[in-house]
């Protein structure tokens, strides 16, 4: 029987526009969401771009142009900008009572039952506001992130103890691995992320890969960058890599294949269909590797209290090695490919038996 409005139950997400990475783990939630309850449809409150979930849901959904969080003004996918982040910080906060009873109108308007938040605080207010309960989906909060910076000339301490008081009010709460801070919550989940569609071999024939070619992805999570290290990769004619981000259109240079920052290719496909993946480490670029049982050469980034905490997860529970910024941009990782490609690759295998 073909849903109706008038009985189809609508959700709000609050998402944090801080890179991709709470995009793609809150894309992830509503599609297993839909898989489930069909009818149900979500009301996205972000300035993350419509493409990114027209491309990551095949359910019902409505997009709102808010500036839901601030998290960290980036420079670069590594580096962050201090000053921007306070000056934004201190015109965000706290939260504009007014703005948060129109969006309590519209969430009421719509009819939503319920407000998720990844990991946007404003969702916990206007639910509030709203009168509706509020879930909290996180392995980290932006007061714990705003600790780590704490200094003379990044003064953020009111901004953390509001923030703090804000995210322990939702009431619900769901942590996914790697937690950062551990505390009670009502669940604690494996690393999430969305899920292949196509298999390795399909999306090797889109792009124009050989089959049993080792295949390496270079992702920055999202955030564009230059790379000046493709003479070098050239060199490696035995080797494809694939790299988002670098092109206009789709181009297949020798052994490299460029792609746009929005291109027609699923992300998790890209994931899927290589052997190893060379890349800042970030949430979703993890939690995609872990599902995807592929080698993971990543770079930390040492002043964000995360990269700790998902560098020690890929330490205990995945195959990879550490690579340092300079490392990265000179193209040295490329002598330690050999290794990373000699790991073994568990494609499609959900591994949760690691976290036992």
Not at 29 to 55: D, G, L, R
Request: net charge negative; proline share 6%.
């Amino acid at each position: 029987m073909p849903q109706t409005e008038n009985n189809r139950t609508h959700i709000a997400y609050f998402i944090s526009p801080h890179g991709f990475g709470h995009a793609a783990r809150a894309a992830s939630v509503m599609e297993a969401v839909h898989e489930i309850m069909p009818s149900i449809q979500f009301e996205i409150f972000t300035k993350v771009p419509e493409w990114f979930f027209e491309q990551s849901l095949t359910g019902l959904f409505t997009c709102h142009d808010v500036l839901t969080d601030i998290g960290l003004v980036q420079i670069t996918p590594l580096s962050e900008d201090l000053p921007g982040t306070l000056q934004c910080l201190n015109e965000f906060l706290p939260f504009d009572n007014k703005q948060i009873t129109r969006l309590a109108k519209l969430v009421n308007r719509t009819k939503c039952e319920l407000i998720i938040c990844d990991i946007a605080p404003m969702g916990i207010e206007v639910a509030k506001t709203a009168g509706i309960p509020s879930l909290l989906i996180e392995n980290f909060t932006w007061d714990w992130i705003y600790r780590g910076y704490v200094h003379p000339d990044f003064p953020v301490d009111h901004h953390i103890h509001y923030l703090k008081k804000v995210f322990d009010s939702a009431d619900y709460h769901i942590q996914t691995e790697p937690v950062c801070l551990r505390c009670t919550s009502d669940l604690t989940t494996v690393p999430v992320s969305r899920k292949a569609r196509s298999s390795s071999r399909q999306t090797r024939q889109r792009l124009g890969i050989p089959d049993k070619t080792k295949t390496v992805l270079i992702t920055m999570g999202g955030i564009p960058e230059k790379y000046t290290f493709f003479k070098q990769l050239a060199h490696h004619q035995d080797t494809f890599f694939i790299i988002p981000g670098n092109s206009q259109s789709k181009q297949l240079l020798g052994n490299l294949v460029l792609l746009p920052h929005h291109s027609d290719f699923y992300h998790p496909d890209l994931m899927n269909s290589c052997d190893a993946v060379i890349g800042k480490i970030g949430y979703s670029t993890l939690a995609e590797a872990y599902h995807a049982g592929v080698p993971f050469g990543y770079v930390p980034r040492p002043a964000f209290c995360e990269s700790r905490r998902l560098e020690m997860f890929v330490r205990n529970h995945m195959e990879g090695c550490s690579i340092t910024d300079k490392q990265f941009h000179e193209g040295c990782w490329i002598d330690i490919l050999p290794d990373l490609l000699a790991f073994p690759v568990e494609n499609g295998t959900l591994l949760t038996d690691r976290l036992r």
